[in-house]
């Protein structure tokens, strides 16, 4: 009994060997683990790890760029090149044209009638006038007309044109000299002081002057003597920086003849071809103001001559534009016209009444708010836009 209890734990004891061998040589295999990776080192802001630069969205990745340079970002904006002023007024005409359509297609429509009796000649007259011709100037005009349609009798269309452009063109006076004396004198700059009164434009106009005279090939230097104005004087800065033109400005509330002798100084320092003066903007009626433009002038001329006196006029304020201009010729003797907006007003006969009362031509028009929108005034391509093709 003893012997065959025995035999018996013996099996058991290798049935158990047996079953434990079989578990330790089928069990599962532990899986690989991933080998540890040292953590990233910290990067700044926009730079791309290495062996990722160029990583699209198609290859699961990001783009990122690297910031500029410091030096990139304080380089001064790139200097524009104007175009030349030459051929403006002809690219610019078909704004004339849409402006003044009312003032030659009437008058056309007007000459045009089979009768012309004493109503028909009135209404010419109103459109004149409406325009801003002026009361003597129109008088003039329709007694013109009225004698040349008694000579010409039965008038066809195209002779009606012809009349009309003859008749506008003489009081335009196109052999008014209207050359714009921007030229250096040896060593020394010509001048070019730009007066007006308050919301004509004359810091815009200066700054586009600037534009046209530098597209031209000559070298600027602005001279920022609207001291009462610190909007002025930034604005004028940034025309100057656009275009490579150095801008002389003073303190707030300084004296603008002081600027305008510092202006002329570096001018001809720098053997520059031109300096334009920007003043304040005086109002007419104010005695003090008129005789302090006059002492910006009598400064200037400490160094050099002024040129050019351009008066800026808004051809929207009509007549009362011309006043303006009377009470500043008799200040600075102006010797041009430089005028604004003519684009957006069907009033174009301030041109022939100004020049009419004043005996000084417009040189300069303004017609839009484009950087290049001032162009140099040519009567035949004026008078062309106001009666149309």
Known sequence: MDGYLGIIVIVALV?????????????????????????????????EEPGKAGLGEQDGGTTTTLPPPAEELLKPPAIEVPPPSAGRMVRLRSRLARSQSALGKGLLELLSRDRLDDDVWDEIEEILITADVGVAPTRAMVEDLRTKVKV??????????GMLREELLAQIAPDLDRTLHTRAHGERPAVVLVVGVNGTGKTTTTGK??????????????????????????????????????????????DPASVAFDAVAKGIEDKVDTVIVDTAGRLHTKTGLMDEL????????????????????????????????????????????????????AKGGIVISVQ????????????????????????????????GD
């Open 15 to 47: 049935a158990v060997l047996a079953v434990g061998g079989l578990f330790l040589l089928f069990r599962p295999k532990a899986k690989d683990l991933p080998p540890v990776e040292a953590p990233p080192e910290p990067r700044a802001p926009g730079v």
């Open 152 to 161: 010409l009798g039965t008038r066809s269309p195209e002779e009606v044109r």
């Open 209 to 254: 002057l600037a534009r046209a005279l530098i597209g031209d090939g000559n070298k600027v230097v602005l001279g920022a003597a609207d001291t009462f104005r610190a909007a002025a004087t930034d604005q004028l800065q940034t025309w100057g920086d656009r275009v490579g033109a150095a801008v002389v400005r003073g303190p707030e509330g300084g």
């Open 294 to 345: 006059g002492k910006v002038k009598r400064v200037i001329e400490k160094r050099a001559m002024v040129d050019e006196v351009l008066l800026v006029l808004d051809a929207t304020t009509g007549q009362n534009g011309m006043r303006q201009a009377q009470v500043f010729a008799e200040v600075v003797n102006v010797t041009g016209i430089a005028l604004t907006k003519l684009d957006g007003t």
């Open 356 to 387: 009419r009362e004043l005996g000084v031509p417009v040189k300069l028009v303004g017609l839009g708010e484009g950087p290049d929108d001032l162009a140099p005034f040519d009567p035949e391509v004026f008078v062309d836009a106001l009666l």
